[in-house]
């Protein structure tokens, strides 16, 4: 009734059908949300939430959680293919990271961007495992072990490819981080 919806995980099918109801419905085909908001929606956003992956195969989740973020008022940082296999990629983006009122790590293979970026920021992080990979990842149950098990502070773990639950809890940490700012 007020113009808003976000869906997730929508087959294009699916997008086919709701635009035949709603027609202003927007379709990412590569996060795969569908999402109806209104226009002025982007200069009520607050905050940062910085979104960072470990590869580019890592995308389609990132941008789940990016815009499940963005949908829900925050600003949003994409910092893409900063995996610790080349650890001066992400040293490289730590001053653009620390930034942010909150940080979601996404990575499959053994899931470690997320412990590392919590060794180096003092702001919350959501590590999103996922289920890229191959040999012994076993569909991210090893990068998901790897998460829950991190010895770093600050960190928390969502399940296998859950970009939505993500954006969600890094929008509430950010609006809270926002609220003290005040």
Known sequence: SNGEVLGTRASEHQYELVRELIPEIVYDPVARILKAEPADKEQRRKGLVAVCTGGTADIPV???????????????DRIYDVGVAGIHRILSKREQI??????????????????????????????????????ASFHGLSALLTMINSCANGISTVNIDNGYGAGYLAAQINRLAERNCY
């Open 62 to 76: 990132a941008e789940e959680a990016a815009q499940t973020a963005e949908f829900f008022g925050c600003y949003v």
């Open 98 to 135: 620390t930034r942010a009122n909150c940080v979601i790590t996404i990575a499959g293979m053994e899931g470690a961007l997320g412990t590392v970026v919590a060794g180096l920021v003092e702001n919350p992080v959501i590590a999103v495992p996922t289920s890229v990979g191959y040999g």
